[in-house]
């Protein structure tokens, strides 16, 4: 008859350490050659506008920021956003899936080049590899995706005034 430690020490053995050495095995590979790595994440650019006119801007490598305000006059300024502001949005377009949205969210039949809908182009950049995501905001193919397009272009535009009103620049 086994002692309760000698129970707990086998089933530690048999089945709790070979779970935790698969585990690793199996996921050590594909999170060492994840496309989209935090660690080489370098910037990301976010403009917006009606159609090809996409007056408003953001760049994270810079801080370079325009917009149009109410007056619709252009305001140009220079908001640096927290190391912490980068890695949370980052984190954010993981978890929403950003690396599995298409290129263009639009709805068929709609001419990037004639359409004066409002648009987002979302562009992350990192040492390898670029994701850039054109959303035109009256798609409505899929519920879901533009659901979550929506939440990610609030995300950057949140991060983006959060920083500028902490700095005290907001006009």
């Known amino acids: 008859m086994m002692s309760t430690n000698a129970k707990k020490l086998f089933l530690l053995l048999t089945i709790v350490v070979p779970f935790l ?3 690793v095995f199996y996921y050590m590979p594909i999170i060492k050659n994840a496309p989209f ?5 370098v910037s990301f650019q ?3 506008g009606a159609g090809n006119d996409l007056v408003n801007s953001y760049d994270s490598a810079t801080g370079d920021y325009q917009y149009l305000n109410a007056k619709d006059s252009l305001i140009r300024t220079n908001v640096k956003l927290r190391d912490n502001d980068i890695i949370y949005i980052h984190n954010k377009a993981s978890e929403l899936g950003f690396w599995n949205f298409p290129d263009v969210i ?3 039949g709609t001419d990037l080049n004639k359409s004066k809908v409002l648009r987002y182009v979302m562009q992350f950049n990192y040492k390898r590899k670029t994701k850039k995501v054109i959303f035109v905001t009256d798609y409505n193919d899929i519920a879901k995706l533009r659901d979550v397009a929506k939440q990610m272009k609030t995300l950057l535009e949140q991060s983006i005034n ?3 009103e902490r700095y005290g620049k907001k006009k």
């Not at 790595?37 to 994440?41: C, K, M, T, W």
């Open 21 to 23: 050495a698969y585990c």
């Open 37 to 41: 790595r935090s660690d080489e994440f």
């Open 46 to 48: 976010f403009k917006w």
């Open 106 to 108: 639009s709805n068929a």
């Open 162 to 164: 959060d920083a500028e």
